[in-house]
């Protein structure tokens, strides 16, 4: 299984290595390459000892020998036992070629696979080209960044300008206040308490005629 999902990254990883070369694309490509030449190695070992055990048989034929012996001195008829005996073997049989078939298979793809990842990372001329990649990437990001931080310093010299005009603003504005002096209360008139005749005599508010000489007010 393991077999199978390494292969399936490494031509996924093949896939987009060759449509866009990276240098961090080659970088994975590597590793799972790498990984699935340990996992293949097992996987070989494995289906060969699959073979080697079939093969010989020897295994099936020991177990056989010592069930029918045990019949024997028990004075069982072999003759049913061997049948059932024939039958499991020819079961067991057909399960582990089918098992060694699936592995085949796998074994295989596994190889395809393998083949395929260690072709495309020896490939001289997608490693220049993942290296031109590479480089135009990084340069566009640098510039990008750049001119990111080029935009956020201009943003913050205006936030500053604004911040700055706005503090000399209120500080010329209570400056002004301060300097300007407050209005002079304007003076409100003293009520009348006497009026004086034309004669010379002081006479009360309310009094309408000179009280010395009877002339009447002005």
């Known amino acids: 299984m393991i077999i ?6 490494i031509f996924v990883f093949t896939s987009k290595y060759k449509k866009n070369p990276l240098l961090t694309t080659k970088s994975s490509l590597k590793t799972l390459t790498i990984a699935h030449s340990v996992f293949f190695g097992f996987s070989a070992i494995s289906l060969l000892s699959s073979f080697v055990f079939i093969l010989t048989g020897s295994f099936f034929e020991l177990m056989e020998e010592m069930i029918l012996n045990i019949c024997r001195a028990m004075d069982v008829s072999t003759k049913y036992v061997a049948e059932v005996l024939g039958d499991v073997s020819l079961m067991v049989n057909t399960v582990i070629w089918i098992a060694i078939i699936m592995d085949v298979a796998v074994f295989v793809f596994g190889l395809i696979a393998l083949i395929t990842g260690y072709k495309t990372i020896s490939d001289k001329a997608l490693h220049a080209a993942a290296e031109a990649n590479t480089a135009a990437f990084n340069e566009s990001r640098r510039n990008m960044y750049q001119q990111n931080y080029a935009y956020s310093q201009q943003n913050y010299g ?3 300008q604004g911040y700055q005009n706005n503090t000399y603003n209120q500080n010329t504005q209570s400056y002004t206040t301060a300097q300007t002096p407050p209005p002079a209360p304007t003076p409100q008139p003293q009520a009348q308490t006497h009026w004086v005749c034309s004669c010379g005599s002081s006479n009360i508010a309310v009094a309408n005629f000179c009280s010395h000489c009877g002339n009447k007010r002005p």
């Open 4 to 9: 199978i999902i390494l292969g399936i990254l």
């Open 158 to 160: 205006y936030s500053q």
